[in-house]
């Protein structure tokens, strides 16, 4: 069983920056491709970005590209999304996510866990 726990969200005005991390525990970390995904409310839950295994490639929504950047440290287990030039429509519910795969998956469904989630607030 793998456990996820995010942190890091807040409020933060438009152009700011925040960085989210996600911990993992319960399982050997390097096994799982890891995602980020966001809820906003009224809204399905949309992939944001993913990571390989080792870290050596990743994948964005395009409306984040140049903005947002995934990264992980297998050392420390954990999973990071650096968020900069934000905007009031990057406000949501952030969760990360582990698929137990090689492949990039972009779809929720194919994530075998997820965390609680930390909320991103942004003004305008």
């Known amino acids: 069983q793998v456990q996820l726990v995010e942190s890091g969200g807040g409020l933060v005005q438009a152009g700011g920056s925040l960085r989210l991390s996600c911990a993992a525990s319960?399982?050997?970390?390097?096994?799982?491709?890891m995602g980020w995904f966001r809820q906003a409310p009224g809204k399905e839950r949309e992939f944001i970005a993913v990571?390989?295994?080792?870290?050596?490639?990743?994948h964005y929504q395009d409306s984040v590209k140049g903005r947002f950047t995934i990264s992980r440290d297998n050392a420390r287990n954990t999973v990071h999304l650096e968020m900069s030039s934000l905007k009031p429509e990057d406000t949501a519910v952030y969760y990360c996510?582990?698929?137990?795969?090689?492949?990039?998956?972009?779809?929720?469904?194919?994530?075998?866990?997820w965390g609680q989630g930390t909320r991103v607030t942004v003004s305008s």
């Open positions: 990571i390989s295994r080792t870290g050596d490639n990743t």
């Open positions: 996510a582990a698929n137990h795969d090689v492949v990039l998956h972009t779809a929720a469904p194919e994530y075998d866990y």
């Open positions: 319960g399982t050997t970390f390097n096994w799982y491709v």
